[in-house]
């Protein structure tokens, strides 16, 4: 019931990717934190067809943290300064998805998507180090996502979903890597 819908939700994700080996403890601690943690998703579409669907994708994580860095001057003497960074990962995509009813009822679906979208990337970094660092890149990324849907009352259905998106952008000749598994849940409201 309802050809078009809409679908807020909250999630957890992990990011992918490797760490390099050549960080302070304090950075890799740090870079740990960033990699994992809740995420918020809205959702929307039109059903095509009684089992095809094209949507809409918005998601928003915001992660921030603090390390410790250490420069040892030549010929002796260091100095230790404490950097505060914040990160900002969003991605806006298109999908195409389908869904097949889990029995004749039609009052449980599972479903898959697939679509194309984009990152947008912005890291700042700031502390008495100096001038403030602010990082900001945009590239292209894929989402490929399954999950459940279930009948709660009309026009209300309760969803769980588990996603992984990929994708990577460059900041300062550096390869970040962006991809990341996320499971949500939420409601479904079917208009």
Known sequence: SGSVFVKPAL????????????LSPSLEDHIRKLR????????????ISKSDYIGAT?????????????IFF???GSNSFSIDN?????????????MQSLGPKRNAFWHTRAGLGLFNYESNFSGNFGQDLN???????FQLGTGVEVRLGSGINWVADIDLLTGNVKV????????????????LFRF
Not at 36 to 46: A, E, H, N, P, S
């Open 58 to 70: 918005f998601s928003r994580i915001n992660k921030s943290g603090s390390f410790s860095n250490t």
């Open 172 to 187: 300062e000749n550096e390869k970040e890597n962006l991809s990341q598994i996320r499971t949500s849940t939420g409601l």
């Open 135 to 141: 990082y900001k890149e945009s590239n292209f990324g």
């Open 74 to 76: 030549p010929g002796g």
């Open 36 to 47: 994992r943690g809740f995420i918020w998703t809205l959702d929307g579409g039109v059903m």
């Open 11 to 22: 999630g957890g994700f992990f990011k992918l990717g490797s760490i390099d080996d050549n």
């Open 86 to 98: 914040s990160e900002t990962i969003q991605y806006i995509g298109l999908h195409y998805g389908n």
